[in-house]
């Protein structure tokens, strides 16, 4: 839930993996060097995720910190192995075929270099295009990526549901695979299948664990350790959200985005990150007005949460080290965790920052898109603080708003099952939406005055198109289409003769209103038939979208990092 739009093996167990290792096998047979094994443009692919140093300043860590990220850096390359299995089974037969091949082959090297950043042969940026054979529709990816049966239909696994209620807490779970077993399908939890890869990231988190001399990163990490070995995370979240320590620490399956099916299951990720103490604590006044923003918010008092937990720590940290769901495609921004309702109602949740990758990102995709995309009048009104700024807000966002509703049945449900895949494309509308508008509920309560509301406004339209780029199969990218149609159809963005776009100041905060009601009540709701409406109508791209985008399509999308304090080279 996690993500700013700037802003995600086995062990085979059953015989259906068979099926997804055959599938692997065939995709992989039909590589011989030849003409048709990738597609024609992978140089132009790299292109748009150009390779960029990302490093933190050493001065914040003393030698025993550097050491203990050592270990945390050793246990994040087995969580990008399980990431990689997550994706696709086939993705080990993949990558080793390509390593194999890539000294001998400009072709085979460059296909390795772009499955390493897309984390598979499927193209993150253009709708999870297959650039690896079998091209076009025959290569197409499972929408459960590796986490069902390839085959798996929506509907078969809810018909096996419908017969087998016994099965719905272990089906629908964050954190297990669903597997084919004969006629049968079987939910196997993530430390057995993926425990080649847990147990030594285990042994490394407890390793660190010895060597660190703070006792709260000391006690998350023993605790996530044991948590790989027994697919329960919630005192580990709790040890997180404690964490009180030089270093930030997130590894371990958070994110559901990579399950197109259903959303239900948790990919791999780790960060490795040092805090920046002083942006921190600049920052951290915003968090005390959570209870404020959610009764600020524009819908009825009966739908507000105002019983959240009031621990939601900001941090400004910079990225040491980043793995799997974490890394791959388009980088994170910001996050904000635990996704554990049960945690959140308990403690809260932590925003995290990433201020170093928002730079480079803001420098490479954000300013040079806005500048082209908003009336020459309008374009002087970019501002860094502004962009930095909506970042908070949008996590913040995550934490407020409805979470745990009563569901038709009466029963309390969390209202991201009742909005299946939508969810995260709503929640992520939501965040960016909801978090302008408690973006000005801070500026009229003098929290934040280093930009005005017409730089806000200038600002957050002209990035929008950063998101858009990504596709709207990104549930950002798709967030972001609704916004700008919704804004479009409510006059709030103007075309203007020469091709541009201009705000208008007094329309948009209505419409951000009108919006921000509307993601609000879909959730408070649990209205997937609401949800889908909106998404069906404003979350597509248009001709006229995908004429600016194709206008930016010299731009880079986003960036590839290349962490030097890890030891990495560009
Ligand atoms: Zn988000």
Redesign the pocket.
């Known amino acids: 839930?996690?993500?700013?739009l700037l802003p995600v093996t086995i062990l085979i167990l059953m015989t259906t993996v068979a099926a997804c290792k055959h599938e692997g096998g065939n995709a992989i047979a039909g590589h011989s060097g030849s003409s048709g094994e990738f597609a024609a443009d992978l140089d132009a692919r790299l292109a748009r995720l150009p390779k960029t140093a990302i490093d933190y300043d050493r001065a914040l860590l003393d030698d025993n910190q550097k050491e203990v990220v050592a270990k945390l850096v050793e246990a994040s390359r087995h969580i990008n192995d399980i990431f990689l299995l997550q994706v696709s089974e086939s993705n080990p037969a993949l990558f080793a075929d390509l390593e194999a091949r890539a000294a001998d082959s400009p072709d085979a090297a460059k296909g390795l270099e772009l499955v390493r950043v897309m984390a598979g042969k499927w193209d993150r940026l253009a709708g999870q295009e297959p650039f690896v054979a079998p091209l076009g529709a025959g290569g197409t990816k499972p929408a459960g990526a590796g986490f069902y049966p390839s085959d798996l239909t929506r509907e078969e696994f809810e018909a096996w549901l419908e017969e087998h209620p016994e099965d719905k807490e272990a089906f629908q779970g964050l954190f297990t695979v669903i597997r084919r077993d004969g006629d049968k399908l079987v939910a196997v939890p993530y430390s057995e299948a993926y425990k080649e890869h847990l147990e030594p990231a285990a042994a490394k988190l407890r390793e660190a664990a010895e060597l660190t001399k703070n006792a709260s990163l000391k006690d998350y990490l023993e605790k996530r350790a044991d948590a790989f070995m027994s697919d329960d995370y919630y005192d580990s979240d709790i040890a997180w959200m404690d964490l009180d320590s030089g270093l930030e620490v997130v590894i371990g399956p958070y994110e559901v985005y990579e399950d197109g099916l259903f959303g239900y299951k948790a990919a791999f990720e780790a960060y490795v990150c040092v805090v920046d103490k002083g942006e921190s604590d600049r920052l951290s006044i915003y968090k005390d007005h959570l209870l404020n923003m959610e009764k600020n918010l524009p819908m009825p008092d009966e739908h507000k949460n105002l019983e959240r937990g009031g621990e939601s720590p900001i941090k400004v940290v910079q990225e040491i080290f980043t793995a799997g769901d974490g890394r791959r495609g388009v980088q994170t921004a910001a996050f904000?965790l635990p996704n554990d309702e049960r945690v959140r109602e308990a403690k809260g949740s932590k925003k995290v920052l990433l201020k170093n990758v928002m730079q480079a990102k803001f420098d490479s995709t954000g300013k040079p898109i806005a500048e082209r995309v908003l009336a020459t009048s309008q374009t002087e009104l970019i501002n860094f603080d502004a962009f930095f700024n909506q970042v908070p807000f949008?996590e913040l966002t995550?934490g407020i708003g409805p979470g745990i509703i009563e569901g038709p049945d009466g029963n309390k449900v969390e209202t991201r099952l009742l909005l299946k895949e939508l969810y995260s494309v709503i929640e992520?509308c939501k965040?960016d939406t909801v978090g302008v508008w408690s973006v000005y509920y801070a500026m009229d309560n003098d929290l934040i005055s280093d930009f005005s509301r017409e730089q806000l406004q200038a600002t957050y339209v002209g990035l929008l198109y950063r998101s858009m780029r990504f596709g709207i199969d990104a549930a950002h990218g798709r967030g972001a289409a609704i916004q700008w149609n919704w804004y479009r159809e409510n006059n709030a963005i103007v075309a203007t003769d020469d091709g541009r776009f201009e705000v208008d100041m007094e329309k948009l905060k209505e419409a951000v209103k009108s919006l921000s009601e509307e993601l609000l009540m879909i959730e408070a709701l649990g209205d997937y038939e609401r949800g889908k409406a909106l998404a069906d109508k404003y979350g597509v791209q248009n001709d006229e979208i995908k004429g600016v985008i194709e206008s930016l399509s010299d731009l880079p999308t986003d960036i590839t990092p290349v962490f030097v304090g890890a030891g990495e080279t560009m």
Request: no cysteine; net charge positive.
């Open positions: 839930m996690k993500k700013f904000n949008h995550h992520e965040a």
